[in-house]
Every structure is written in structure tokens, then in C-alpha cells.
């Protein structure tokens, strides 16, 4: 095991930064009351979670009493989603999503399912992009909302809410979309784009853990999940996160300071070690390239191995990625994600995902190539199924690759 740790996985989650650790802290051992009493130290409490609200809100182009604090992400697209359906008049039963959704909006869609609501899973393209004609002609009288995440979280589709949020307008249907990958990454203005429901979380952009919020467009009705007391608009019952809220206040600010200076930069990164990962034979690219993914995102398919060896043996090395969301990844399965754009099986397996942060160095990105570089070798030169690395084409790698798995 290394000493020293390259962190290349931010889209699973952030380091906490200094400035947002102090903020917290009077929050736990001077203004600690509760947000709910009367008393001097609970208006302390009360007030630090509405400034924090504001504050948030007000990056997302949105007025302060459209935000719910949760306590994740996972729990705002709960929700958003079963508090829709929570709501649903007997004639609106119908949903849509897509099949390469974070599990967090796909399983309580499935949850719905057993209850009686029709879902529409959309198929995607090879680079994970949703077509605004298909949801078009997937709605119906009966559709009640639409979920589709604004960046996807492990291939770093970058969907266009404007296009989408557009075709749901035009029918009337509710638009949610899961957002705490590209929250602080892309503008998002909800007075210009057509949503009306958004999932972010702080420890995406070097906040707390543990809080989470839900844009609630004025006028959208959301039937609450949890029972108790009436804190958020009565939608979340619970005494409020107020190291969290003034946490990830404080994040938010720290991270929309720089934004485009330090995305333009984080963009320089992925790609750097795209084209360094690239130079290996029969590696592939997963997701679009440019613009159109994430600046904090690169996944790459290394062929003929698995993804999981490939994490083990970096993590030896010092080097944290991901074979996928940590919220599946122990997961024997092939990622939906994968498979949906179109990959095998064996190449879905193959995958990882590398994510980077503004604090994220091109010195590291040169040494972690190198190291996954050595790592695919030596794991290539112990399969069986390894292809002829030095074949002209890939083709002839293909064909060897066959040949030598039937002899297996």
C-alpha cells in the first residue's frame, strides 16, 4: 500500500476543504440549539439555516421557499418522486426515466411499478444521450413526471435539460432531474430551464456528507415521505442539519467563486488522461467527449480485463478510482449504465471510471497513467484471454482474443 494518494474519484465523493470545516464548527459547539426553540441559541440555529438556505437557493436561480434541506441527494430524488406520486390524481399514473439512471431514481420508480404505475425506462445512445423526439413520443395523457439526471454519474453525460424540460412543458408533465454531479460543474438556472424538481448534495463539491436538497418549483405539490414534525414546509420532518446547512452554504460559495475557471481547468485534466489511457491498446472511451461530459469525469473500458482487478491493484499503488457509483459497485452485476450504451458484458466489467476535482494535479494525472498503464499490462500478461497486443488492427486482436477463450 502507498503512502502517498491520488484521489480520482470525486464523483463518488469530495474531501472535505478547511474553510468549510470552520464554518462548521461554532455550529456544533456554540450555536448548537435547535432550529425549532424559542430561545436565544435556537433563533441562532434557525436563522444560520436560512441564510444557508438562501444562499443555495440562490445558485440554482431560486427563491428561498423552494428549497427542502434532506439529508442526500438519494433522499431528495425519494422525494421528488414518490412525493409526486404521493400527489398523482388515478388518471395520472404513468412515469418516465431512462435506463441509465443512478439507482437512487430507478429503484423507486421500480417501487411505484409494484404499486400499480406504469414506467417508461428510454433507451439511450452510444453516448448516454436521452433524444427529446423519444421522450416526445413516450408521453402520454396518463405520464405524471419525467426523471432524467442532468450529468450522468458514471459515463458523465451531460443531457440537455433545456431540450427535454421543453417537451414536458408542452405536455404539462412534471420534470425532475438528479443534479448533484453537475451541481457547481454547469450553470443551472431554474428560471431558464424548464424543471421542476432538482436533487443536489454538498458532498459533491467538497461539503458535509449528509445533506442533501430538493428544488421544489412554486406550485408543484409533493406529498411528504416520513412522518413527525412539520420542518421543511412540512415535506421533511426532523430537526434540521444545521453544521450541514451552513456546511454546504458555504461549499456552494467556495465552489461558484471560480466555476468556469476551475471546470475549464478540471476539463484539461480529464483530458489529459484520456489521451494518455488511450495510448494502450484496445482501451476505449465511455460517454461523449468535450463539452457535452463533465469536466470531472473520464470512463474508460480497458478490454480482456476486469475493472475490479484493475481498482485493487491501483489502490495498491495509491491511486483511488472507481469501477462505477459507490452505491453499486459492490454489485456483481454489469453497470446499467454500461450495458445501456451498448457495451458487452465482458467490456462493461472492464470499466473505470476516473473523477477529478479543482484540486486535482496534471502531476498526478501523468503519475496515475503511468501506474494504470503498468497495472493493465501485468494484469493483461496473466489472463488467458488476452488478444495479440501488437496485432496491426484491433480486428486481429478480436479474432485472437476468440480463438484463445474457445481453447480456454
Known amino acids: 500500500m502507498s503512502d502517498k494518494v491520488i484521489y480520482f474519484d470525486n464523483n463518488d465523493t469530495t474531501p472535505l476543504v478547511e474553510p468549510v470545516l470552520q464554518a462548521m464548527i461554532p455550529y456544533f459547539t456554540v450555536h448548537y440549539g435547535n432550529p425549532a426553540s424559542l430561545h436565544q441559541l435556537g433563533l441562532e440555529a434557525e436563522e444560520a439555516v436560512s441564510e444557508?438556505?438562501?444562499?443555495?437557493?440562490?445558485?440554482?436561480?431560486?427563491?428561498?421557499?423552494?428549497?427542502?434541506?434532506?439529508?442526500?441527494a438519494t433522499e431528495a430524488n425519494n422525494l421528488a418522486i414518490l412525493g409526486a406520486a404521493g400527489m398523482a390524481s388515478p388518471r395520472k399514473r404513468h412515469l418516465v426515466t431512462s435506463k441509465i439512471e443512478h439507482s437512487a431514481v430507478l429503484n423507486p420508480m421500480k417501487r411505484l411499478e409494484k404499486s400499480g404505475f406504469k414506467v417508461t425506462y428510454l433507451e439511450v445512445d452510444r453516448e448516454g444521450f436521452v433524444d427529446p423526439d423519444d421522450l416526445r413520443k413516450a408521453l402520454t395523457d396518463e405520464t405524471l413526471l419525467v426523471s432524467l439526471a442532468h450529468g450522468n454519474h458514471e459515463i458523465g453525460t451531460l443531457q440537455d435539460l433545456q431540450a427535454l424540460g421543453a417537451v414536458c412543458r408542452e405536455r404539462g408533465v412534471l420534470f425532475h432531474s438528479d443534479a448533484p454531479q453537475s451541481f457547481s460543474k454547469v450553470p443551472l438556472d431554474v428560471g431558464q430551464v424548464p424543471v421542476d424538481l432538482v436533487s443536489i448534495n454538498a458532498h459533491k463539491l467538497h461539503g458535509p456528507k449528509g445533506i442533501g436538497a430538493l428544488y421544489v418549483r412554486r406550485g408543484v405539490k409533493l406529498q411528504k415521505i416520513m412522518e413527525g414534525a412539520p420542518q421543511e414546509s412540512n415535506l421533511r420532518p426532523g430537526t434540521e442539519n444545521v453544521p450541514g446547512a451552513v456546511g454546504f452554504a458555504e461549499a456552494a460559495r467556495i465552489a461558484f467563486q471560480d466555476m468556469t475557471?476551475?471546470?475549464?481547468?478540471?476539463?484539461?485534466?480529464?483530458?489529459?488522461?484520456?489521451?494518455?489511457?488511450?495510448?494502450?491498446?484496445?482501451?476505449?472511451?465511455?460517454?461523449p467527449r468535450g463539452e457535452r461530459r463533465l469536466a470531472t469525469n473520464a470512463d474508460i473500458t480497458f478490454k480482456y480485463i476486469e475493472g475490479e482487478a484493475i481498482l485493487m491493484h491501483l489502490s495498491m499503488r495509491g491511486v483511488c478510482v472507481s469501477s462505477g457509483s459507490a452505491c453499486s459497485s459492490k454489485s456483481l452485476t454489469p453497470s446499467n449504465v454500461l450495458t445501456a450504451i451498448g457495451l458487452k458484458h465482458e467490456d462493461a466489467h472492464g470499466s473505470i471510471r476516473f473523477s477529478f476535482s479543482k484540486l486535482n494535479t496534471f502531476e498526478e494525472v501523468d503519475e496515475a497513467a503511468e501506474k494504470v498503464k503498468e497495472v493493465v499490462e501485468l494484469l493483461r500478461s496473466m489472463t488467458a484471454f488476452v488478444p495479440q497486443i501488437h496485432s496491426e488492427t484491433e480486428g486481429e486482436g478480436e479474432v485472437f482474443y476468440k480463438k484463445k477463450k474457445e481453447e480456454f
Not at 444557508?52 to 442526500?72: H, K, Q
Not at 485534466?269 to 460517454?287: A, F, K, Q, S
Open 52 to 72: 444557508a438556505r438562501a444562499a443555495i437557493a440562490g445558485y440554482l436561480g431560486a427563491s428561498p421557499e423552494e428549497l427542502i434541506f434532506t439529508g442526500s
Open 261 to 287: 475557471a476551475d471546470m475549464t481547468r478540471v476539463s484539461a485534466l480529464r483530458d489529459r488522461l484520456i489521451d494518455r489511457l488511450l495510448e494502450i491498446p484496445h482501451t476505449h472511451v465511455n460517454g
